[in-house]
């Protein structure tokens, strides 16, 4: 049986116990208010126990979920670090060339950092924090950038890189 099954029958089960058993002990005659009562004062209780069973086992799944998650996080990293090892040449060589393009548009030491952050899918807002200046500022570095390259934006300049790395297909 499932957990959440057996969070419902087993309080289920002890109300219907203790029902029948106070009825039971009940000295004739029978007073239907005293039953109604006693019956609805055991089914809140048995509620909260469902309640709070119920609670528990889905913090404990909420903990599960977020272990398997930081799990995850760890090995994806630890698995990029393994990729990135293997790659360190073509790595640097790539960057090596996106530097080449960078000078050859004319970028200053501002643009480029930006354009470099830019690629890395920074923010607007995370490279004036990173660059520590205006919002404004960056957005007015990001235009030039764009500006200078020939191109509208940040997805293309991301294409501007990426395009010539994947193998060409036909759509």
Known sequence: MKRPVLFVMLPAFAFMLVCALDII???????????????AQT?????????????????????????????AVIRNNAQGEDWRAAR??????????????????????????????LLKGASM??????????LAKIRDRAQAVYRKAGISGRIELSAYFLDSLFASTEV
């Open 43 to 71: 089914a809140m209780l048995v509620l909260m126990v469902v309640v709070v069973a119920w609670s528990t086992q889905r913090v404990a799944q909420m903990r599960d979920d977020q272990q398997a998650f930081h799990d």
């Open 25 to 39: 002990r009940e000295s004739p005659p029978w007073d239907m208010v005293d039953i109604a009562l006693d019956v």
């Open 125 to 134: 807002k995370e490279i004036a924090l990173d660059q520590r200046t205006s």
């Open 88 to 117: 360190s040449q073509e790595i640097a060589a790539m960057s090596d060339a996106i530097a080449l393009e960078f000078r050859a548009w004319g970028l200053t030491g501002e643009e480029m950092d930006v354009a470099e952050l």
